[in-house]
């Protein structure tokens, strides 16, 4: 299970993600739908470390909020 605890990103002033809060379940499919600008490549990219914004992200039982995206992936 991905879950995804207060997340929040900025480009300087900008906020794009603001408390983003979302569980994803385990053999469930999880649709990121929305118009242009509204922050969908900014949330995947810092579900898998590319970009580094505040809040949790565990996967299962374990915190992947600090790991680099090279350990994301392998997770």
Do not use: W
């Amino acid at each position: 299970m991905l879950n995804l605890r207060n997340i929040e990103f900025a480009y300087g002033g900008v906020k794009a993600l603001d408390d983003v809060n979302r569980t994803m379940a385990p053999g469930k499919m999880t649709c990121v739908m929305g118009r242009n600008g509204v922050g969908k490549t900014t949330l995947m990219q810092n579900i898998i470390g590319l970009l580094r914004g505040r809040g949790s992200i565990t996967l299962g039982d374990e915190e992947i909020s600090g790991m680099t995206a090279h350990r994301r992936a392998q997770k």
